[in-house]
């Protein structure tokens, strides 16, 4: 019920744009009325609402109550994230940038560092071993940000965080998706995310078998991502490691400037199936800037996590692995990934699809591996994240109003039946 009346909200303009008006304004406040940690009548409000439908919990047991029921309705994992991050305007960038050639790191820079490193420190101890936790380096605050934002390495102390993160998930093996962000500071996360998959991605294993620890994630709706791709893939392939790639379409058109990007949504949708095709099928192909798409090039092992709501897309990429089982080709290591409280009418048919084939011994097709994206956090601390969520609903209308769509037919099915 929860799930039918937001998507009928975030499916219908008239609805979506106050809504998301009211939230923008607490999301971006900093009035303590308008903190839903602070306010807990707007708390309330929110947590019964947006709250409960995009995110797993305030403490890590709710946490460890959704990851248990997920599971148990036969998803592979999850995909944990704290919810605490940073969306600036230009403004905020071009102020801050010109700030941190001016001042000393500030007191409460450290404090921002330590809050971001026990966050994701706690979200690793509530993943097991073969799920991910997803992070953005910009919730570590200020001193991440004049960094990205200048185009240099991390701090000492935010580098040394950064590693102790990376050698616990190591120890968890659990594996670590580092989320794209806005155009200010990608170029800089690249370089960040490149160097860890240099270090970690060597000589990671899981089941016996060679892995991605660091993946780093490419928006397809960006015009330079099949040349930054293609650009990791070679260096993997020269320097012997694992590439892990996160492929999304992207959650930063109402941010960045719109020239970044395929003028269409055809063109981002035929880049996104195109990239998802290379990978899979181990070619670098015309996407990734191989003149000759017929010759076969040597191509590094990259771990995907193909993270879509899109049914299309999905249908492409399991006809290529239903292919490569019945012709006995080898099969990259890949998950599909959708987000908590979205697109459940497509994660649940993968979820039905899996249970099914793993109940015959011999099948033609391909296992999938669903895994739900999963943010925890307070609601105060998620509220950026819920605002994201929510504009990002706007911009894909059309898949909302399928999932609206599902949804009123469940509970259509669920009455006729008497399940209620």
Not at 385 to 414: Q, V
Request: net charge neutral.
């Amino acid at each position: 019920m929860r799930s039918l009346s937001v998507t009928t909200v975030t499916s219908v303009p008239l609805l979506l744009t106050p809504a998301l008006a009211s939230l923008s304004w607490v999301a971006d406040s900093k009035l303590p009325v308008l903190d839903p940690d602070k306010n807990g009548a707007l708390k309330s409000v929110l947590r019964q609402t947006i709250y409960s439908q995009f995110c797993a919990g305030e403490s890590p047991a709710e946490v460890a109550h959704t990851i248990s029921e997920l599971k148990s309705l036969g998803y592979a994992g999850v995909i944990l994230g704290y919810g605490r991050e940073v969306v600036m305007t230009d403004d905020e960038a071009r102020e801050l940038a010109v700030r941190g050639e001016q001042e000393q790191e500030l007191e409460d820079d450290a404090d921002q560092v330590q809050q971001w490193t026990e966050g994701t420190m706690r979200t690793l101890e509530l993943a097991h071993e073969g799920d991910f936790v997803a992070l953005k380096f910009t919730g570590a605050g200020r001193e991440a940000l004049r960094c990205l934002l200048h185009g240099l390495p991390p701090s000492a102390r935010l580098d040394r965080a950064i590693m102790d993160i990376c050698d616990r998930a190591r120890d968890r093996k659990v594996q670590l998706l580092f989320d794209a962000e806005q155009d200010a500071v990608q170029a800089a996360i690249d370089a960040w995310v490149l160097r860890l998959q240099r270090k970690y991605n060597h000589s990671f294993s899981l089941q016996g078998r060679p892995r991605a620890l660091i993946y780093n994630t490419y928006q397809a709706y960006r015009l330079s991502t099949p040349h930054t791709l293609a650009s990791h893939l070679r260096t993997a392939q020269e320097e012997g490691f694992v590439l892990g790639v996160k492929l999304v379409r992207g959650a930063y058109i109402a941010s960045d400037p719109r020239h970044l990007f395929w003028k269409t949504k055809d063109e981002t949708d035929s880049t996104y199936d195109a990239i998802a095709a290379s990978l899979i099928t181990r070619r670098y192909g015309a996407i990734l800037g191989d003149s000759q798409p017929a010759r076969t090039e040597m191509f590094p092992q990259a771990d995907l996590v193909l993270a879509t709501h899109n049914r299309r897309s999905i249908e492409r990429a399991r006809a290529l692995r239903n292919e490569q089982v019945r012709t006995g080709n080898p099969m990259i290591e890949m998950v599909y990934g959708q987000l908590q409280g979205m697109a459940d009418d497509i994660s649940c048919q993968l979820v039905r699809e899996s249970i099914a084939l793993k109940a015959h011994r011999h099948t033609l097709e391909e296992i999938p591996q669903p895994y739900k994206y999963l943010v925890w956090g307070t609601v105060g601390e998620c509220t950026k994240y819920l605002l994201r969520r929510g504009r990002e609903n706007k911009d894909a209308a059309s898949r909302t109003r399928d999932t609206r769509n599902a949804m009123f037919n469940e509970l259509r099915r669920r009455s006729s039946f008497g399940l209620f």
